[in-house]
């Protein structure tokens, strides 16, 4: 596929703050929910959310080639990448279309603060790939201290395991403390309440533009065209269940109670600029995994948290997206290897990336070192092993050079009592 990389000249007739995530070359894509409107899908720009519900009932968009702008129900495969050059076309500096309208132009472009932003694509299937390879070593350093921090299957097959989709959430739906069992080193019997370890993951999620028929696979080179683009992805999860249950069959309830993606789905085009060859692999990749070159993309992610008593959230780690072991493409072309079906609008999700420094962590296990050492927030003084009822957590992510900015928003959540 050949990618619609934007020129970095190209200007916009909406304005565009200089530190904002949205300029006309990124143009991600979300599902907005306005109060008193229709569902609509937009696409972002600067400070706001263009409806193409709106446009396309002026006859602006074509519904013959984009029907029904809704949801992205209708927009499977080859339709997305042509509505975002219509897009462009629409929205770039010279072009008079909505510009000259102003009754139009002001239907049409919602305030992102009023968007009401949506799960993009609620997905029917949800992956959870563990390709953050400093992440899997700082857990198996704590989980398996007289071991090698990696199990030796690590760097042979990118390990994952199916999530649960009904769960996956808006950013800034309230998160509730899951209850669950759990067993201390010292109990003799399980106890069943609220986790007392609630933490979260950051990762960055693909949504799958094109599915595969059962018994077909997609290989590494065509996995990028499968790809409709990227989100982040906040996997939360209950420390404490997830000891006592993940032996021997994996993660159960101590992730399936919530995930939340970001609001906009960045497309590959917009990313074009910051592809990078990413680590090495050693050993070699078995030949079903060989890749092209440059798979990976540097994007730097952070983590924000803000406790009630704080006025302000705080920065409490950083990371980047060039410490997945396995790519995109890795990650699509082994879990279609053995002829499972996938469709549109399937998220898979990386696992928590961390990088090799101790603040370049994607998890509070990791930050606090399974709890031992807690994070000290500098506003109050407050410290944090792991989430307390009320906290509120914001995972962001953008790539930037030489001036471009190409951003995703926030994924947030803000942690409320256990129900009884
Ligand atoms: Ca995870």
Known sequence: MKRFVIPREATSWVPVPADSHFPIQNLPFGLASPKGRNEAVVVAIGDFALDLLVLSEVGMLSEEDFPILDSFIELEGEALPALRRRVFEILSAENSELRDSKKLREKALIPLDKANLQVPIPPNAFVDFYSGIHHASNVGKMFRP??????????????????????????????????????????????????????????????????????????????????????????????????????????????????????????????????????????????????????????????????????????IATSNMKHMYWSLSQQLAHLTSNGTPVEFGDLTASGTISGPEPHEAGSLLELSRRGTRPITLSETGETRTFLQDGDTLILTAYAEQDGLKIGFGECKGVVKPALD
């Open 146 to 315: 007289d071991q090698p921090p990696l199990l030796p299957n690590y760097r042979h097959v990118p390990i994952a395991y199916n999530g649960r989709a009904s769960s996956v959430v808006a950013s800034g739906t309230p998160i509730i403390r899951p209850k669950g069992q759990t067993k201390g080193p010292n109990d003799e019997n399980p106890t069943w309440g609220p986790t007392q370890e609630l933490d979260f993951e950051l990762e960055m999620g693909f949504y799958l533009a094109e599915g595969s028929e059962m018994g077909k696979r997609i290989t590494t080179r065509a996995a990028e065209d499968h790809i409709l683009g990227l989100v982040i992805v906040n996997d939360w999860s209950a420390r404490d269940v997830q000891r006592w249950e993940y032996q021997p069959l994996g993660p159960f309830l101590a992730k399936t109670f919530a995930t939340t993606v970001s609001p906009w789905i960045v497309t590959l085009d917009a990313l074009e600029p910051f592809r990078i060859e990413g680590m090495e692999q050693d050993p070699p990749a078995l030949p079903y995994l060989r890749q092209p070159e440059r798979p990976h993309f540097d994007v730097q992610l952070e983590v924000w948290l803000q406790t009630p008593k704080m006025n302000k959230s705080e920065k």
